[in-house]
């Protein structure tokens, strides 16, 4: 199983990325798909989570009405759009799978069952 995340960059605040995770997951659409972040000195923390079929997801407050996350089954691949980029967004943004029988909690790294390697977002003030 492999998680490959792209689509980090330098932006200046205010820009927009968009981060792309493709997976070689068998069965894709039975996975609960989550981004996390992790910024330097500080632990991963939960960014955003989207359900089975794209139906519901959940944002951290952090990032509510500036990111939004999507996925495409047909191509194996979750995206998270992050618009209105603030400096205190820059981290190392992973992307992960996880093999859930129900849409709740998913805020804990615990949660998910494979990880991406991991793209740097850096966002200059």
């Known amino acids: 199983v492999q998680l490959q995340a792209y689509g980090g960059g330098l932006v200046q605040a205010g820009g927009s990325l968009r981060l792309s995770c493709a997976a070689s997951l068998r069965t894709f659409s039975r996975y609960v798909m989550g981004w996390f972040r992790q910024a330097p000195g500080k632990e991963r923390e939960f960014v955003a989570a989207i359900s089975w079929n794209g139906g519901s997801t959940y944002h951290a407050d952090s990032v509510e009405g500036r990111f939004t996350i999507s996925r495409d089954n047909a191509k194996n691949t979750v995206y998270l759009q992050m618009n209105s980029l603030k400096p205190e967004d820059t981290a190392v943004y992973y992307c992960?799978?996880?093999?859930?029988?129900?849409?709740?909690?998913?805020?804990?790294?615990?949660?998910?069952?494979?990880w991406g390697q991991g793209t740097q977002v850096t966002v200059s003030s």
């Open positions: 992960a799978a996880g093999l859930r029988n129900s849409f709740s909690g998913l805020y804990l790294t615990d949660d998910y069952d494979y």
